[in-house]
């Protein structure tokens, strides 16, 4: 699975995966059966989210929000074959899942700034090291020429069904509903933003998770690598 592209090089192989899916697959699990890294570009957003919540920046405040990107680092270490997310250096991995988080990063994943300073470092991710590599615009615009091209969904009501499932078993409160609306709004605003909207690309391979098992749509994907 090599990758050349007329305006930047990849000679690593590739799998990207633009989702709507949330925890159907196993990641980390699917990166370790073929031998390469996972690398979750969402994560580094919640952290610009979750640094934004912190100092509360107005996220409607376009001007605001990009200055403060422009000052804080958001980076990627590899642990034991784990990702941890460090903002200024402090490993924020628990910090990052909340439902507040995530619709702040929402939010402001919109403001073309910010995402050029994540696609940047996300391609230099993939320039290091083969990557499974997971995020809502990998296969149409941080890695074009990526092979295979996954777009992983599932409908909003399950989608909420799991997260549920998620938080309860952590021993926090769960609302299906509110989850659900949660979800439908925050991948309105991811189609429709203006700068790298959510999109299945052209070459990819569509995969309905809805009543799959995890175990299923691993071996999917891992078919679709042989």
């Known amino acids: 699975?090599?990758?050349?592209?007329?305006?930047?090089?990849?000679?690593?192989?590739?799998?990207?995966?633009?989702?709507l899916a949330?925890?159907?697959?196993d990641f980390r699990q699917l990166a370790?059966?073929?031998?390469?890294?996972?690398?979750?570009?969402?994560?580094?957003?919640?952290?610009?989210?979750?640094y934004v919540l912190r100092n509360d920046i107005d996220k409607n405040d376009e001007v605001a929000v990009v200055e403060a990107v422009s000052t804080i680092n958001v980076s990627i270490v590899f642990e034991d074959g784990q990702q941890v997310v460090l903002l200024n250096g402090e490993n924020v991995n628990g910090f990052i899942r909340t439902e507040e988080?995530?619709?702040?990063?929402?939010?402001?994943s919109g403001y073309a700034k910010v995402r050029e300073k994540m696609v940047n470092l996300q391609r230099e991710l993939a320039e290091s090291t083969d990557v499974v590599m997971d995020?809502?615009?990998?296969?149409?615009?941080?890695?074009?020429?990526?092979?295979?091209?996954?777009?992983?969904?599932?409908?909003a009501r399950?989608?909420?069904?799991?997260?549920?499932?998620?938080?309860?078993?952590?021993?926090e409160p769960a609302d299906i509903d509110t989850i659900e609306k949660d979800i439908i709004d925050r991948d309105y605003a991811d189609m429709h933003r203006a700068v790298s909207p959510l999109m299945k690309a052209d070459d990819a391979v569509e995969i309905d998770s809805s009543y799959m098992t995890i175990e299923e749509v691993q071996q999917a994907i891992i078919d679709l690598c042989k």
């Open 101 to 108: 988080v995530g619709m702040m990063a929402s939010g402001i």
């Open 1 to 19: 699975m090599k990758i050349i592209d007329a305006s930047y090089t990849f000679d690593r192989s590739q799998l990207v995966f633009k989702f």
């Open 22 to 25: 949330d925890d159907r697959i």
């Open 158 to 171: 399950v989608r909420a069904e799991r997260r549920a499932a998620e938080l309860e078993a952590k021993g």
């Open 32 to 50: 370790k059966d073929l031998g390469y890294v996972y690398v979750d570009t969402g994560a580094m957003y919640r952290a610009i989210g979750l």
């Open 135 to 155: 995020g809502r615009d990998i296969g149409t615009v941080v890695l074009p020429n990526a092979n295979p091209k996954i777009y992983l969904t599932a409908s």
